[in-house]
């Protein structure tokens, strides 16, 4: 078992601003039995007055009998926070020597004379506001202990303890408890402080709302089938429409699935968002048509499809509606083919997705609700939504009163981390909820109205909070109630979390992140944090936890880290961002990282670089000046795409041919350059099936441009393998040559015929996703 003290002058019988040197003096120079006399573990003659007694004493008096019960050692560390005026390093030090001193050399009395190890003093570098490395310190000294965690929540800085109960909930769920030792309990004089257990055992599935959040259902639906585990039906429903609209499944693609996959797309907003657009397009014209057979009997040749030739075969969207438009100059069109005309913008959009790899602009979010309707319940669509949840203490004096922390908050540009979690460019919006005490609810609607009164000076990238942005709820009594017993501060934290969850989960619109602070009474502080990552984790959604530091006369800095990050939370973050990187999602898998611990977010400029540098060669206007990094991502696909699932099959083939693809000739800059090692040609048709290995480079570049064309997100029907199988219908080869194996001839051929070298970028590609996968499994914060 694992006793964690933070140290503060209650250790040593003070007030929070009392200069407590000349105690230190005395307990630095204390032998044993005076060290044990002045901490207050044994009676008479120490610094607490009037029947008090010592915050050690009181730990160390509630978790004897749970240690005694468990049979376990106990071992105790002692935490303190170096640097700045309020600098606790030395307490730390000293009360760590004393407690050594104290239990020697018989032990504790008040253990019944068992001896407890007494661990180095652990000190935070960066004060009272832990910085990254200080996350690693924690992470490391409660992290490697096996057994049960105990955090005292006496009188130490509430920054810091709640840094050390997120790293104890990380990375001990199911075995930590809270000692309220600032309060007496059940009996004054007995000394046995409420103890609450924390120990939760989650019915949330971190996996299931990231990558449903992310709009992933086949990864998860195969997550799933790999545990021999059953996913619900509403998420199996979702990876079969995603299966359906790939050609995966024998049953065509209805509009609905294609508008699972688009939302999905667009959601995540990475390369190629609108890559289904065009398709869906297509879809939802021929539904419209049929039901519009129905309606008039025509017969079917008597109202062609306008998206299909006089052979029946498949055209550019683009070129069937700009039919449809000269014949509307010339007669009114059926309803279905007015329909399509009025959708011309969208092609751009689409094109663009496709053929540059554009990303999701504002346009695309926002016509998606008129074509497609209500979104998925299970999505994280990006928008500058942030819920802040903070507990409310008593207001001192007006004169010395800080601003709110809300309104400190909004004061300032919002924080990157936030920026990147909802991926929007626009103002943010603040929705909060102020959990009040009965003695402070009249201060936290005095707060409120602060707020929405607008009376701050806001920065212009965030929106007005407004009437509906401020809500205020009392929990009832104080938790850190003098006498208070442990079923009612436990009572009390549950209350906290339900009504901070409900609270949540009745927003209009769900949030993109979540915010808590450390204001207010620290048990509450905890329930709130605790209600979050719950929440959070239901529906992929990140939490982080907000503290200010002074910086100078009157400035307020804040600071933001992703609070507690679970072990099952950071896994999933980490298999979300190994199937990303597989399917050429870097930008999410790059989100996916920087929302992690210290070393997963050192990953993240890797997979921006490799998307950047992707881009540069499918934009690039000089096919052959790209060759070596388009062979790279050729070489890469290759080795991946029979492992990944059927609409990521689709989606890196569609990268592939728009690598091998020149810009249309409306779209040639001066700089453009007919490329000779990319160049590719039609292969010549005769009677007798075709060798493959007798093709040049041209030949298989071409074949691989083919393929993109024959899948359903752009001309055609059929899911990789079909498409495969009928571009080498003429081939020897046609049953035997997968995919895989056509991209590594053409990038043979090319590198022998003109001597090209392949780039680096594959093996890049590689070594990170290589480093995300030793990640699995490791500490918070480490490599292995």
Not at 39 to 56: E, K, N, R, V, Y
Not at 188 to 210: C, F, H, K, N, Y
Not at 254 to 270: C, K, Q
Request: net charge negative; charged share 25%; proline share 5%.
């Amino acid at each position: 078992m694992l006793l964690v003290h933070v140290v503060g002058n209650a250790d040593l019988g003070l007030g929070s601003r009392d200069d407590g040197s000349e105690r230190l003096g005395r307990l630095r120079a204390a032998d044993g039995p005076e060290a044990a006399m002045l901490l207050g573990l044994t009676d008479g003659g120490d610094w607490f007055a009037g029947g008090a007694l010592s915050p050690l004493r009181k730990e160390l008096v509630a978790v004897s009998g749970l240690q005694e019960a468990e049979g376990a050692p106990l071992e105790v560390l002692v935490i303190g926070a170096g640097g700045g005026n309020r600098s606790t390093e030395e307490t730390a030090r000293v009360i760590r020597q004393a407690l050594v001193a104290a239990c020697e050399p018989d032990g504790l009395t008040l253990l019944n004379g068992r001896d407890p190890r007494v661990l180095d003093a652990l000190v935070l570098d960066n004060g009272l506001n832990p910085g990254v490395g200080d996350h690693e310190k924690l992470e490391t000294a409660i992290g490697r202990h096996h057994g049960h965690v105990v955090l005292s929540l006496a009188g130490g800085a509430s920054t810091v303890l709640v840094e050390a109960a997120g790293v104890a909930a990380a990375t001990h769920p199911a075995e930590w408890s809270l000692l309220l030792i600032d309060r007496a309990g059940d009996d004054p004089r007995a000394g046995i402080a409420p103890r609450i257990d924390m120990s939760v055992t989650s019915q949330e599935d971190p996996l299931r709302g990231w990558l449903m959040g992310l709009g992933l259902p086949t990864v998860l639906n195969a997550e799933y089938e790999r545990r021999r585990e059953v996913l619900p039906d509403e998420f199996q429903n979702a990876a079969s429409a995603v299966r359906r609209a790939v050609g995966e499944e024998a049953v065509s693609a209805a509009p609905e699935d294609l508008a699972v996959l688009l939302w999905a797309d667009v959601a995540r907003g990475d390369l190629a968002a609108g890559m289904a657009l065009r398709a869906w397009l297509v879809a939802e014209y021929r539904r419209r048509r049929c039901e519009y057979l129905g309606e008039t009997g025509e017969a079917p040749d008597q109202y062609p499809d306008a998206t299909l030739n006089g052979k029946g075969e498949p055209i550019m969207i683009g070129k069937a509606i700009g039919n449809l438009h000269r014949n509307s100059l010339q007669e009114t069109l059926a309803e279905p083919d007015a329909w399509l005309v009025a959708q011309w913008h969208l092609v751009d959009i689409g094109n663009a997705a496709t053929h540059e790899l554009k990303t999701a602009t504002e346009e695309l979010r926002e016509c998606l609700p008129v074509l497609l309707g209500d979104r998925p319940d299970w999505l994280s669509w990006p928008s500058g939504d942030v819920c802040l949840l903070s507990g409310q203490g008593k207001l001192p004096a007006a004169d010395i009163r800080r601003p709110p922390i809300a309104a400190t908050m909004m004061s300032q540009e919002p924080a990157a981390a936030l920026r990147r979690a909802c991926a929007v460019d626009a103002p943010l919006t603040l929705d909060a909820l102020l959990l009040c005490s009965e003695e402070t609810v009249e201060d936290g609607r005095r707060v409120a109205d602060e707020i929405i009164a607008d009376s701050f000076s806001r920065n212009q990238e965030w929106d007005s909070a407004g009437a509906d942005g401020l809500t205020v709820c009392s929990y009832g009594r104080p938790t850190t109630d003098n006498g208070i017993v442990s079923a009612d501060a436990e009572e009390g934290m549950r209350r906290v979390q339900s009504l901070a969850d409900g609270w949540l989960k009745n927003r209009p619109r769900r949030p993109r992140a979540i915010v808590t602070t450390v204001v207010g009474e620290k048990p509450v502080v905890i329930a709130l944090l605790r209600a979050a990552q719950v929440f959070g984790a239901r529906h992929g959604i990140p939490v982080f936890l907000m503290s200010s530091v002074k910086n100078g006369p009157g400035a307020e800095e804040l600071q933001f880290h992703q609070f507690g990050l679970d072990r099952d939370v950071r896994e999933a973050l980490l298999t979300a961002a190994e199937h990303c990187l597989d399917r050429l999602d870097l930008l999410t898998a790059a989100r996916l990282l920087a929302l992690g611990d210290p070393a997963m977010a050192g990953l993240a400029d890797d997979a921006i670089a490799l998307s950047d540098d992707l881009l540069t060669a499918v934009r690039s206007q000089d096919l052959d000046g790209c060759a070596s990094t388009v062979l790279s991502v050729m070489r890469s696909v290759g080795t991946r795409i029979d492992h990944v699932e059927p609409d990521a099959q689709v989606r890196l083939a569609t990268i592939v041919g728009e690598l091998l693809s020149l810009p249309p000739r409306s779209r040639r800059s001066e700089a453009f350059r007919e490329p000779q090692i990319l160049a590719h040609r039609k292969p010549s048709e005769s009677g007798a099936p075709a060798d493959l290995d007798s093709e040049d480079a041209m030949v298989l570049l071409r074949l691989l441009v083919q393929v993109r064309d024959e899948v359903p997100l752009n001309h055609g029907d059929r899911d990789l393998q079909g498409a495969t199988a009928h571009v080498l219908q003429h081939y020897a080869q046609q049953e035997s040559c997968t995919y895989a194996q056509l991209i590594d001839r053409a990038v043979r051929t090319v590198t022998e015929t003109h001597g090209v070298t392949v780039s680096d970028w594959a093996d890049r590609l590689d070594g990170l996703r290589r480093k995300v996968s030793e990640q699995q499994g490791s500490a918070y914060g480490t490599t292995r």
